[in-house]
């Protein structure tokens, strides 16, 4: 889904939640956003943070932005945001 | 399912074995379209309150109440966690559903309905509200595995292939399985093309469609009183009454619409002269016939299949349909009735539906996909309030009939539920194998790739034996792991997705992984080869058994299988043995699979396993 902008939703899939006590999963996902858009164009971006049983999200994103946060440090995998069907 | 269960043998009340205490415990994540929960078949009376593992919440919007048997439900998006078109509400229903006695579609397939484990409990996750995107799948799999479901399911998918690290239902069958929990996925209806399987992962149950011993006819009695026998699920009564017989070309708004009116394509076809007739039609659109203000439809329509439509309709063979046209050619004023459906008894049952996906497994070659087969045509199950079975009609009914890997997929994680009430201290892995060495066997009922092992994998589910199946081939996490790693995953990846240290020294190759199903795709089919299955079996069975081996070919198979040891001494309970299967031959059939079937049998247990080699 793109929003007129040239961003589109992506899956940032992050694996395993760490097992640090004091990790918090939805400050780490902020963080990454924030380094790659800049704080100032943050709203509307983060969609989802998946923080309960595996680590990840779910953002608009520019395809650069795509690119730079799949190159970061502890992402598996950042795929467009599909739509899949009852069978 | 008010047919299904029979048919497997999971029998009502005193019939089946049951742990009603392990039952009550056990929970069934239903990650769908959401549920109706004023459904009979969650009514929670009789229920104790939610078993004490359960972490998750009723957060399924305004209006929306839980009690003790749906004890959980959450939704995605805007709105709530109620089910619109019916299928959320249905596929719980074949899983978990109370027994409800006297149910029927307008009198269609009449019996008590009910689920695998209806003493169970139900957690709903609505992760579809027309569409099923990926962020709301795993919000899904984020919530139900910390809530403390048991066992998943999930009766969604693609028609596109995407690597593992890329499927949400992969990712979300992964973690669901670091915490012991199996998810069982929907093959997909893209059949009976090759490769259409898209859920490929090893880690999920991957469940293909099926028929049962009931179908659903539909008579049409002609004119002259001979009686064709056509398919659909028609719930209408003309009470006999014969109509006007149009056939789509002689209806046409146009001279030179005359050949697209005979497929009753919309805009070949005049109205005025099929309103109050039976319309005839070389294909089956009888939504066309409905719009256009026909009384019936009778179309030409050899599938396997046939879902509801708004009007009388009945999808004649080929050779019916021949017949058919020669009676409207040859009378003077060709009519025709169509009568209610009824249900015969299919004995070529069970076979694969057309529409059930195929493999092999793109991602995987060397694991076979779908893994296991069960009921998915014609399922009469739960039905929600909101859904409009015909069209535009406003009738709601609490029942409904549906086909689908949809509906196959809850049927076989209903077992998986079953046997778990049995044996709550096994893996995912344990109760896949389970499953799978104990189906029954089903064969190529054709001679092309769509009616081998890529249509039904292990063969039939079969509940009770699934219950105690003697061996099992376990897979731990780490196995998983080093499979990933064997996968060309690099340490650093596997590391992330597991949370595990990984260094990717151990590599297991996909045909090693400890599946209980052994495949492996060839580089080319005209030369000779030596394949090998490395397997390990845990003894669930009992103390002090003898498990020998017996390899069955499937019918002009040029394989040579050795097994070795042939035999394994089992002296106590959860010991592992390991063997190894050695497949040679050459000038494969390049267009068809080989086969055959390895059984480890202590002359009570019988723990078969296809073995499939193919090329191309």
């Known amino acids: ?87 | 399912t008010t047919a299904s269960w029979d048919f497997m043998g999971l029998k009502e009340g005193k019939g089946t074995k049951r742990n009603p205490s392990v039952e009550s415990e056990t929970i069934i994540g239903v990650l769908d379209g959401g549920i109706w929960p004023e459904s009979e078949s969650f009514s929670d009376k009789g229920f104790g309150p939610p078993p004490k593992k359960w972490k998750g919440a009723c957060a399924g919007g305004e209006n929306f109440t839980c009690n003790n048997k749906l004890i959980g439900a959450r939704h995605y998006s805007p709105g709530d966690a109620r089910d619109s078109s019916g299928h959320g509400t249905h596929t719980a229903s074949i899983a978990a559903g109370n027994a409800v006695p006297n149910a029927s579609f307008f009198g269609l397939g009449y019996g008590t309905m009910r689920g695998a484990v209806p003493a169970s409990r139900i957690a709903a996750y609505r992760v579809c509200a027309g569409e099923c995107r990926d962020d709301i799948l795993l919000s899904a799999f984020d919530d139900a595995i910390a809530d403390g479901v048991d066992i998943i399911t999930i009766s969604v998918g693609s028609i596109d292939v995407y690597p593992l690290e890329e499927d949400p239902i992969a990712i979300g069958a992964f973690h669901a399985m670091s915490k012991g929990i199996l998810t069982v996925n929907a093959a997909g209806n893209t059949g009976p093309n090759i490769a259409s399987v898209t859920s490929l992962a090893p880690w999920m149950l991957t469940v293909a469609a099926s028929t049962t011993n009931r179908v659903f006819v539909t008579k049409v009695v002609l004119g002259d009183g001979k009686t064709l026998v056509g398919r659909s699920v028609n719930v209408f009564d003309l009470k006999g009454k014969k109509f006007p017989l149009v056939y789509g070309k002689s209806a046409a708004s146009s001279a030179s619409n005359a050949t697209c009116a005979e497929d009753c394509m919309p805009d070949c076809l005049d109205a005025s002269l099929v309103k109050g007739k039976i319309l005839v039609c070389n294909i089956s659109f009888p939504y066309v016939a409905y719009t256009k203000g026909a009384v019936g439809a009778i179309v030409k329509d050899g599938s396997d299949w046939a879902q509801m439509e708004g009007l009388p309709v009945s999808g004649l063979e080929e050779d019916d349909f021949e017949s058919f046209l020669s009676y409207i050619n040859s009378a003077k004023s060709p009519e025709a009735s169509v009568l209610k459906s009824e249900t015969i008894y299919n004995q070529t049952a069970p076979k694969v539906l057309s529409f059930s996906s195929r493999g092999p497994n793109i991602i995987v070659p060397d694991i076979l996909k779908p893994d296991i087969t069960a009921p998915g045509l014609e399922i009469v199950a739960a039905n929600s309030l909101k859904a409009l079975p015909f069209y535009d009609d406003t009738t709601h009914v609490k029942y409904s009939v549906e086909s689908g890997t949809s509906m196959s997929c809850p049927h076989v994680a209903g077992v998986a539920a079953y046997v778990k009430t049995f044996h709550p201290e096994w893996s995912p892995s344990m109760i896949k194998s389970a499953i799978m060495t104990t189906a029954w066997s089903m064969n190529a009922t054709q001679t092309d790739y769509a009616s081998t092992e890529f249509a039904y994998g292990s063969g039939h589910v079969d509940p009770i034996a699934a219950s105690n199946p003697g061996l099992v081939y376990d897979i731990t996490k780490a196995d998983y792991m080093a499979f990933l790693c064997g996968m060309n995953y690099n340490a650093t990846t596997v590391k992330l997705i597991s949370g595990e240290a990984v260094t990717c020294t151990e590599k297991i190759l996909p045909r090693d992984l400890n599946y209980p199903s052994m495949s492996a795709k060839l580089s080319g089919s005209n030369v000779s080869f030596t394949v090998t299955f490395k397997r390990t079996v845990t003894n669930v069975g009992g103390s002090n058994s003898t498990y020998k081996s017996k390899v069955v070919l499937t019918h002009g198979a040029k394989l040579n299988v050795m097994v070795s040891p042939r035999v394994l001494y089992m002296k106590s309970m959860n010991e592992k043995q390991s063997f190894t299967v050695t497949v040679s031959g050459r000038g494969l059939d390049p267009k068809m699979p080989s086969s055959a079937s390895l059984i480890w049998s202590d002359g009570t247990h019988n723990v078969r396993s296809p073995i499939v080699i193919y090329a191309g």
């Open chain 1, 1 to 87: 889904t793109h929003d007129g902008q040239d961003k589109q939703e992506y899956i940032v899939y992050m694996g395993s939640l760490p097992s640090q006590a004091d990790y918090a999963p939805m400050s780490h996902h902020m963080s990454i956003l924030q380094e790659i858009v800049g704080e100032s164009l943050m709203e509307g971006r983060l969609l989802r943070s998946y923080k309960r049983s595996f680590n990840g999200f779910a953002a608009r994103l520019t395809d650069s932005e795509r690119e730079q946060v799949a190159g970061m440090e502890g992402v598996v995998s950042v795929f467009p945001n599909k739509k899949l069907k009852l069978q």
